[in-house]
Antibody
Framework: EVQLVESGGGLVQPGGSLRLSCAAT????????MNWVRQAPGKGLEWVSY????????YYADSVKGRFTISRDNAKNSLYLQMNSLRAEDTALYYC????????WGQGTLVTVSS | EIVLTQSPGTLSLSPGERATLSCRAS???????LAWYQQKPGQAPRLLIY???SRATGIPDRFSGSGSGTDFTLTLSRLEPEDFAVYYC?????????FGQGTKLEIK
């Protein structure tokens, strides 16, 4: 069974940093591209970033480019999102999701940016 | 950036009725890389349709997707009580990937 479990969320002050993790089980992680998608409270879905299976291809939304860095460790079956220079508008539930078409999602980890 | 506009914003129907949800793109979606997701309160989104018309694993055949280019449709042939939720379209053919703003399907 495919499982994605996010962790690392929490309360952080504006300008601060946070690193999210996503642990993957139930499939061959190194064969799939992965994504981060976020959802602000009561709002719709916003795609954040994508990384290919071998990390050669990386994309970011304009809203996070230059502040967030996506990475992965295929030996540890893990996906990461390093978030720097956090802003209030980054407050959201952050999901990791598998593949181009986002066929499996985790349950999300909540990031709150507030003073 | 491709902007996806979903309509209607809210759709009020009764169980057993047919639902038609629209997703219009500001420019052509490459290779019909268009997906539909269902999200219920407190849950993660679930993939329903990918490639504009292919059902994801385990999705009932009352869900169907169609369209190409800039106009896409999700049809639910006979609404079940568990189908009332928010539905999002997403294009994944061009970066940045973008979502529509969602259609809320509510019980009439």
């Amino acid at each position: 069974e495919v499982q994605l479990v996010e962790s690392g969320g929490g309360l952080v002050q504006p300008g601060g940093s946070l690193r999210l993790s996503c642990a993957a089980t139930g499939f061959t992680f190194s064969n799939f591209g992965m994504n981060w998608v976020r959802q602000a409270p009561g709002k719709g879905l916003e795609w954040v970033s994508y990384i290919s299976d071998n990390s050669n291809i990386i994309y970011y939304a304009d809203s996070v480019k230059g502040r967030f860095t996506i990475s992965r460790d295929n030996a540890k079956n893990s996906l990461y999102l390093q978030m720097n220079s956090l802003r209030a508008e980054d407050t959201a539930l952050y999901y990791c999701a598998r593949a181009w078409e986002l066929d499996y999602w985790g349950q999300g980890t909540l990031v709150t940016v507030s003073s | 950036e491709i902007v996806l506009t979903q309509s209607p914003g809210t759709l009020s129907l009764s169980p057993g009725e047919r639902a038609t949800l629209s997703c219009r793109a500001s420019q052509s979606v490459r290779s019909s890389y268009l997906a539909w997701y269902q999200q219920k309160p407190g849950q993660a989104p679930r993939l329903l349709i990918y490639g504009a018309s292919s059902r994801a694993t385990g999705i009932p055949d009352r869900f169907s997707g169609s369209g190409s280019g800039t106009d896409f449709t999700l049809t639910l042939s006979r609404l079940e009580p568990e189908d009332f939720a928010v539905y999002y379209c997403q294009q994944y053919g061009t970066s940045p990937r973008t979502f529509g703003q969602g259609t809320k399907l509510e019980i009439k």
